[in-house]
């Protein structure tokens, strides 16, 4: 039973049974928190410890062998977590004393373990904390930057050591809470001067960002915005589909990218909402119904799958594949630990989807592919691919606010744009 009421313990809880379960923390987190009735500030508090500790776990783990005599495999589970608890406040939260820091983390242990973890938090406050040291560049930025050693090598394969630095650098930053504006119901100026604190978005022209629980935002149960990312707002204007089109979101799920589409169309035309996962459609239905959007039908499909009646039909095909994610590590920090090689089969499967998809698209109209995900297996060398077989597609270039592909493809990076790791490829068929 969860216990809701010490944000520490909330935090203990839920970080053991992700650490079994292997489900994604903000799934188990959102549960967790909507069960719960602790106060705003505590509910943060669970927050900022969990996602912190998921995130810095290879850092919070190197600190651990620095500071005790045991190894990693020979410590209790419970114990692991409460000195990763405990050190994360310590290492990273400047508003918590090391004396509260400490004592709360130690009241939250067996009375067996109390003794050892208090000794390896105070350890810790009497020993200088360095810099991690290795000749391995892998090693290296996998102490530093909390990632597994397979995808710092990745990212200098792909990117070179310098800027593999600076991106991981970027994934460092707090997440910000991206909002769409639902304009259909208000412009951005008036949603602006409603939610305290609000900022507009850079470059995508119907963006905020916020802070606080974002169900607890003026506008939410009235259905004036969505949470979306800046990168995925850029994609939808990219896109770039108008009243009256036919649009097919080929991989739809949670529907972000149909909800703004469908904005843009001024809810006139049609759009068609597939995705592998039937389950996973009442999302996209949920969310259009909250939005006031009529316009947008789900339907259960392989998007390598063709569908006869649907051929050069479509004037907006969207195809956001299924990626490997390495885009999204601020908001989705178990990746952080995944092997790359896991993903090795996603680029053939993509193209699959791509080259169905393509198919959809009437002459004259526009094909975007997309993904979350910073790898260029993945990315431009799809898209390549794919126009290497496909003459009669060609890229166009596009710009979105300060940011431009003359290429007709970019990926956009959070240590340059703001954004979520994100690649956008306009085509059109000749």
Same mark, same amino acid.
């Given at each position: ?14 970080l053991q049974k992700a650490e079994k379960s292997k489900q994604y923390s903000n799934i188990a987190l959102d549960h967790a928190l909507e069960d719960s009735n602790m106060k705003e500030a505590d509910k943060r508090l669970s927050s900022i410890l969990f996602y912190g500790v998921t995130e810095r776990r290879i850092t919070l783990d190197h600190r651990i062998t620095e500071l005790s005599s ?64 290795? %000749?391995?560049?892998?090693?290296? @930025? +996998? &102490? ?6 397979? =995808?710092?090598?990745?990212? #200098? ?117 597939? %995705?592998?996962?039937?389950?996973? @459609? +009442? &999302? ?6 909250? =939005?006031?959007?009529?316009? #947008? ?134």
């Open positions: 039973m969860t216990n809701t009421q010490n944000p520490r313990m909330l935090a203990f809880e839920l045991r190894k990693l495999d020979e410590l209790d589970g419970k114990v692991l977590c409460a000195l990763r608890i405990g050190l994360y406040q310590l290492i990273y939260l400047d508003r918590i004393p090391p004396h509260a820091a400490i004592n709360e983390t130690v009241a939250l242990c067996p009375k067996k373990s109390a003794g050892f973890v208090n000794a390896i938090l105070r350890a810790h406050t009497r020993t200088p904390m360095t810099a991690p040291k290795s %000749d391995d560049p892998a090693t290296l @930025l +996998s &102490l530093t930057y909390s990632v597994c050693p397979a =995808l710092a090598k990745r990212f #200098i394969d792909d990117f070179g050591i310098e800027e593999a630095r600076a991106i991981l650098s970027g994934f460092d930053k707090t997440a910000k809470t991206t909002l769409r504006v639902n304009t259909l119901k208000v412009d951005r100026e008036t949603l602006l001067g409603a939610i305290d604190g609000a900022q507009t978005t850079q470059n995508s022209p119907v963006g905020l960002f916020a802070s606080g629980s974002v169900r607890s935002l003026y506008g939410f149960d009235d259905g004036l915005f969505f949470v979306q990312d800046e990168a995925s707002q850029i994609c939808v204007e990219v896109l770039g589909a108008t009243e009256g089109d036919l649009m097919l979101d080929i991989c739809s799920c949670p529907g972000s990218k149909s909800f703004g589409s469908a904005i843009k169309m001024k809810d006139k035309g049609r759009i068609i909402a597939f %995705d592998l996962h039937e389950n996973k @459609l +009442s &999302l996209v239905s949920n969310g259009a119904e909250r =939005l006031g959007i009529d316009i #947008i039908e789900t339907h259960a499909e392989d998007g390598r799958s063709f569908i006869p009646e649907l051929e050069l039909c479509a004037d907006r095909v969207l195809c956001d594949v299924p990626c490997s994610g390495f885009g999204v590590l601020s908001k989705k920090p178990e990746l952080r630990y995944k092997d790359p090689a896991g993903s090795a089969r996603l680029p053939e499967i993509q193209l699959a989807i791509l080259e169905n998809a393509s198919r959809y698209v009437k002459r004259g109209g526009v094909l975007v592919y997309s993904t979350c995900t910073l790898l260029s297996s993945e990315n431009e060398d799809n898209v390549n691919a794919f126009l290497s077989k496909h003459p009669e597609f060609e890229l166009v270039p596009w710009k979105i606010g300060d940011i431009s592909a003359e290429r007709g493809y970019l990926t956009l990076y959070p240590h340059v744009h703001g954004t979520d790791g994100f690649f956008i490829a306009k085509l059109i068929r000749k």
